[in-house]
């Protein structure tokens, strides 16, 4: 039983450690994005302007339109 108690505690270990890293790393890329924020306001309107050319907007037609000429 001894055995089996050490190996939950070592896979217990293993993933707070795994978690760990994962937070470490998350903060690192938020301390990033916040030390240029030029970019991450750059790649945000880069990406506004970018999806209506790869969508077009659906226009209605003008067919018995009161004010055409």
Do not use: C, G
């Amino acid at each position: 039983m001894n055995a089996f108690a050490a190996l939950l505690v070592a896979d217990h270990i293993d993933n707070l450690l795994a978690e760990s890293a994962a937070n470490r790393e998350a903060k690192l890329a938020r301390r990033a994005d916040r030390a240029n924020p030029l970019a991450s306001v750059l790649m945000t309107v880069r990406s506004l302007l970018s999806t209506p050319a790869d969508k077009p907007m659906p226009l209605p037609k003008l067919a018995d339109y009161p004010y055409r000429s």
